[in-house]
């Protein structure tokens, strides 16, 4: 069964660092590629890119790159989101799902930023 | 970057209605069309995959059709558990695009 578990719920303030994380198993990691999806509070769903494990190639959206970093550990089938300096405006569900075409989701991070 | 817009953003119906969504993209994209259902708090769950077919363990009553660029999503008698929030996702290039989602509701 294909699984995707992510990290718990983070609460953050403006400016500070935050990596969360999502699990694969049930599937070979290395052969499918991981995308990250943002949804604010209230509002529809967003792309934000994708990582391919097995050679780590990346993909963002125009919207978010430069803004979030997305990688992975194919060693333990982990894939990453990460943000150098939050913004109360990255308060939002982050979902990663499976294959380009998003065939099973994580249960979601909900993180939230304020000072 | 294709634009997916999706009709209407919400509705009210019954159970036993046929609901239909749509979504309409800026440009063609083949059958690369996935639609979600996604309830209150919880991830998404794809529906259907390449425009019109069934993800294993979808009840039949859930139904996709289109190509290039008009799609619909089908519900053929409402059902207490359909009541959530739809969305389209385009596939065929990048950035991948969801449409605005439609939230249906009881009446």
């Known amino acids: 069964e294909v699984q995707l578990v992510q990290s718990g719920a983070e609460v953050k303030k403006p400016g500070e660092s935050l990596k969360i994380s999502c699990k694969g198993s049930?599937?070979?990691?290395?052969?499918?590629?991981i995308g990250w999806v943002r949804q604010m509070p209230g509002k529809g769903l967003e792309w934000m890119g994708f990582?391919?494990?097995?050679?780590?190639?990346?993909r963002y959206s125009p919207s978010f790159q430069g803004q979030v970093t997305i990688s992975a550990d194919k060693s333990i089938t982990t894939a990453y989101l990460q943000w150098n300096s939050l913004k109360a405006s990255d308060t939002a569900m982050y979902y990663c799902?499976?294959?380009?075409?998003?065939?099973?989701w994580g249960q979601g991070t909900l993180v939230t930023v304020s000072s | 970057d294709i634009q997916m817009t999706q009709s209407p953003s919400s509705l009210s119906a019954s159970v036993g209605d046929r609901v239909t969504i749509t979504c309409r993209a800026s440009?063609?994209?083949?059958?690369?069309l996935s639609w979600y259902q996604q309830k209150p708090g919880k991830a998404p769950k794809r529906l259907i995959y390449a425009a019109s077919s069934l993800q294993s363990g979808v009840p039949s009553r859930f139904s996709g059709s289109g190509s290039g660029t008009e799609f619909s999503l089908t519900i053929s008698s409402l059902q207490p558990e359909d009541f959530a929030t739809y969305y389209c996702?385009?596939?065929?290039?990048?950035?991948?695009?969801f449409g605005q989602g439609t939230k249906v509701e009881i009446k």
């Open positions: 799902a499976r294959r380009t075409d998003f065939d099973h």
């Open positions: 049930g599937y070979s990691f290395t052969s499918d590629w």
């Open positions: 440009q063609g994209i083949r059958n690369d």
């Open positions: 990582i391919y494990p097995g050679d780590s190639d990346t």
């Open positions: 996702l385009q596939h065929n290039n990048y950035p991948r695009t």
